[in-house]
């Protein structure tokens, strides 16, 4: 039976901090002591780091993004070689990352994600773009985002945390390097990691089963959790949201693409 990997792309295969941090410096005039090493994963919490607001900082990654920002981040050491060699050992990869903050913006960041993964010979079999990682199935998660992490945990999924400054709280898997990846991929195609067996997971589809009747109540429930939705909508477009919000709205976004529904409507 086949092992999944599931693999994050920013701060994990793709070096976002750094990339964004030359974009300030660059175009901004920041300087090296106002891009430290991030404490928080939310940019504008992290010490250092002066970008006004929330919608600033959201306005600056857009206009990253724009410039074609995401083709030239720097790939992680070793994560081509590791996942070639795990490739090579019978493992398949399954990308997965969101990276769609914005309506409209989704064939630049589609084709400049493909185009990197190619560029810097990343191997993989999938790629899923969704803020859903823990209805996605694998047989662990490589992620760097507490968000993520808790809510993979949260649906008892095995994920890795990809050690970042900011994630520090985690306990359990933790990697720190491209070569431990492929240690603990290894091992635990081997059994020898002391966690549950996963044959059970790896036969569930790709996307967990949801029935359109749960998928229109849980939508109805998001709604109402947010109030005015159209206006929810215009603060997303304007890049106003929390990081707890912009999570919201991921998951509005996807249930509606799962409805068939255009969320350009609103």
Known sequence: MDFILGVDLDNVTADYTAGIAQFMH????WREEDTPPPTDYDFIKAAGWPFADRADFLQKHQEFVDRGGLL?????????????????EGVKIRVITHRLLRNGTYTQVMSDT?????AHRI?????????????????????DAPENI?????????VAVFDQPYNQQFDGLRV?????????????????????????????PIIQQITSEEARHELKRLTAQV????????????????????????????????????????
Not at 181 to 198: A, C, D, E, I, K
Request: hydrophobic share 40%; aromatic share 8%.
């Open 26 to 29: 660059e175009e901004y005039g």
């Open 72 to 88: 030239g981040l720097k790939v992680m050491e070793g994560a081509s070689e590791t996942l070639h060699a795990l490739v090579a």
């Open 150 to 158: 808790s809510a993979v945990r949260a649906a008892g999924m095995p």
């Open 227 to 266: 109030g005015d939705i159209e206006d929810f909508a215009e603060r997303a477009r304007r890049y106003e949201l929390s990081p707890e919000e912009v999570a919201v709205w991921e998951q509005i976004d996807d249930l509606r693409w799962l409805l068939g529904e255009d969320v350009r409507k609103v």
């Open 114 to 118: 493909g185009r990197w993964l190619d």
């Open 176 to 204: 720190r390097s491209w070569e431990e990846v492929g240690n603990l991929v290894r091992n635990m195609m081997n059994g020898s990691t002391g966690m549950t067996n996963n044959e059970n997971v790896a036969k569930k």
């Open 123 to 143: 191997p993989f079999h999938e790629i899923c773009f969704t803020g859903l990682k823990a209805s996605i199935n694998v047989n662990l998660l490589i992620d």
